[in-house]
């Protein structure tokens, strides 16, 4: 999921790009760059060569959204923990 966020970053936002990944009882990867647009899912044809990154994210992840910033966007994803990863 980290790779697909700051994948996408990279090849459709605009630099700076910044990762921040947090750890609680949840594992949030936090994925921002200067752009103004924001992701959409998309279901991908039989013979395209790309995007399904994205809605398999959505699909591992418990939550994700995106958020405006002052400099740009913000991409986000959050994954469950156990408890015993969570306080590991």
């Known amino acids: 999921m980290v790779s697909e966020l700051f994948t996408n970053a990279i090849r459709y936002g605009h630099p700076p790009v910044g990762l ?3 750890r609680d009882t949840a ?3 936090e994925v921002s760059d200067a752009g103004s647009t924001a992701p959409h899912l998309r279901r991908a044809r039989v013979f395209d060569e790309g995007g399904r990154g ?10 994700w959204g995106s958020r405006y910033t ?3 966007k913000t991409i986000w994803v ?6 015993e990863q969570a306080f590991r």
Do not use: F, P, T
Not at 54 to 63: K, N
Not at 78 to 83: F, N, R
């Open 70 to 72: 002052r400099n740009g």
């Open 54 to 63: 994205l809605l398999i994210v959505a699909q591992l992840a418990h939550r």
């Open 27 to 29: 594992l949030i990867c």
């Open 78 to 83: 959050e994954v469950k923990l156990s408890q």
């Open 20 to 22: 921040r990944l947090i």
